[in-house]
């Protein structure tokens, strides 16, 4: 097979021994291929790289829209205000007046304090309950056993769990997913405060007490 030669260019080699000159050549199909490597992108891979862009641009945008900006201030606020309201005073004060009627030794201690716990997680959530009585409740569990501090934190634990059943602003999740639904782009549905609570009562309370039967017979 005959291949075209082409002249491509013609290199001076200086050495030592002296000056001579050289010529090299490539065949048609190799100059093509130098010229296509040298020449500038095509429009069309522009175009392409374009619309990568405003794919990806389209993308992170409807990911900012789905964040529920309501949601995460709450969240920054409810922490700002509990640790605001623990540096006030307030719930030692409160605390104080609740204790000796609320301790774990009786069984009227053990109904006192979880209905404390009840009504404190759904007026600042449960979580801040937590951070509010975890201490306290266990100094005052301490002060009767060893055994009493451990069954106080399983008693925390268990009815701040439940009591974000009770109402909608007992627990972060339900608000969570109060808001998912009422943004749902099919079969949304409006989960207002008043229909929670008619079933959420009644099965909070009973769940309550019988958990609280098994914790403090553990």
Same mark, same amino acid.
């Given at each position: 097979?005959?291949?075209? @030669?082409v002249?491509v ?28 490597? &040298?020449?500038p992108p095509?429009p &069309? =891979?522009?175009?392409?790289n374009?619309k ?9 945008k409807?990911?900012?829209e ?11 606020? @409810? ?6 309201f623990?540096?006030?005073g =307030? %719930?030692?004060? $409160?605390?104080?007046?609740v ?12 109904a ?5 716990? $009840?009504?404190?997680s ?5 979580? %801040?309950?937590?951070?509010?009585l975890?201490?306290?409740?266990a ?8 055994d ?24 972060a ?27 959420g009562? %009644?099965?909070? =309370?009973v ?5 609280? $039967? =098994?914790?403090?017979?553990?």
């Amino acid at each position: 097979m005959s291949h075209e @030669m082409v002249e491509v260019s013609t290199v001076t080699d200086r050495r030592e021994e002296g000056a001579f000159s050289r010529k090299f050549t490539r065949t048609a199909s190799q100059q093509r291929s130098v010229i296509i490597e &040298d020449s500038p992108p095509s429009p &069309d =891979i522009n175009g392409e790289n374009e619309k990568e862009a405003e794919v990806a641009e389209k993308r992170w945008k409807a990911c900012l829209e789905k964040v529920s900006y309501s949601l995460l201030i709450f969240f920054c606020g @409810m922490f700002i205000t509990v640790d605001g309201f623990n540096k006030t005073g =307030i %719930p030692n004060t $409160l605390w104080e007046l609740v204790e000796p009627y609320s301790r774990i030794d009786s069984a009227k201690g053990v109904a006192l304090l979880a209905v404390v716990i $009840l009504i404190l997680s759904n007026v600042a959530s449960n979580v %801040p309950t937590v951070l509010l009585l975890g201490t306290r409740v266990a100094a005052s569990a301490a002060a009767i056993s060893h055994d009493s501090e451990r069954k106080a934190w399983l008693i925390l634990a268990w009815v701040s769990t439940v009591a974000g059943n009770l109402t909608l602003l007992g627990s972060a999740a339900n608000l969570i997913v109060c808001e998912q639904a009422r943004r749902a782009q099919f079969f949304g549905y409006n989960l207002s405060f008043w229909s929670y609570l008619r079933f959420g009562v %009644p099965l909070t =309370i009973v769940v309550t007490a019988i958990g609280l $039967l =098994i914790v403090t017979s553990y």
